[in-house]
């Protein structure tokens, strides 16, 4: 089974590529969604989180103290790697988890993760996709979505690579600029993965 990562900048569309391949019936590991709940079911990766930021990391009811957490990787970069130097393991143990409950004949699955290139996890995948959408549209996206404002969009922008150094690595690219059919796209590089395999 080919084991095939998908990303993209925030607002870019990936989940929406996500939908339309679980359409196809292949199976999506949604990375970033799993951190968020391994971050309290994870026993490994919530004592590393514990002994690297402190016993109030954790509310005494077990769930994740945000706030905190945030306050302290929030502009601090150092801080920040350290924290996602704990949480990519454990998204990679999960992961391994979930690949082995997927059925034998299943020709392949993708793992979506906003962090595929920066974490490098992409090197545990057999190929790549990126998705990406120009940088006004996807402003329009998720201010409109997220109700925040075009500097607070901005700002998680500069935390990931840039549309350019992704390309430099991606295996596949999808454009989702409203005027190429995405359905389209995503159809011959569902046929390419299936050929792949075959």
């Not at 080919?2 to 870019?12: C, F, H």
């Not at 690579?161 to 992704?166: A, I, N």
Request: glycine residues 6%.
């Amino acid at each position: 089974m080919l084991k095939v990562g998908i990303t993209g900048g925030i607002g870019s569309g990936k989940t929406t590529v996500c939908r339309i391949f679980e359409v196809l019936g292949i199976p999506v590991f949604y990375a970033d969604l799993v951190a968020k709940e391994i971050m309290v079911k994870d026993l490994i990766l919530v004592e590393g989180v514990r002994s690297a930021f402190g016993q109030e990391s954790y509310f005494d009811t077990g769930a994740l103290n945000n706030k905190h957490i945030a306050a302290i990787v929030f502009n601090n970069q150092l801080e920040l790697e350290k924290l996602n130097a704990l949480v990519h393991p454990a998204v990679f143990r999960a992961f391994d988890s979930w690949v082995a409950g997927v059925p034998g004949d299943t020709p392949y699955i993708l793992k979506e993760a906003a962090l595929l290139f920066e974490s490098e996890s992409y090197k545990m995948c057999d190929a790549s996709i990126l998705v990406t959408a120009p940088k006004q549209t996807k402003l329009d996206r998720v201010t409109a979505r997220d109700g925040v404002s075009t500097e607070q969009v901005l700002a998680r922008m500069d935390k990931q690579f840039t549309d350019e150094q992704k390309l430099a690595v991606a295996d596949h690219h999808l454009l989702n600029d409203e005027s190429a059919s995405l359905i389209l796209q995503v159809l011959t590089l569902h046929q390419t993965f299936l050929n792949a395999k075959a």
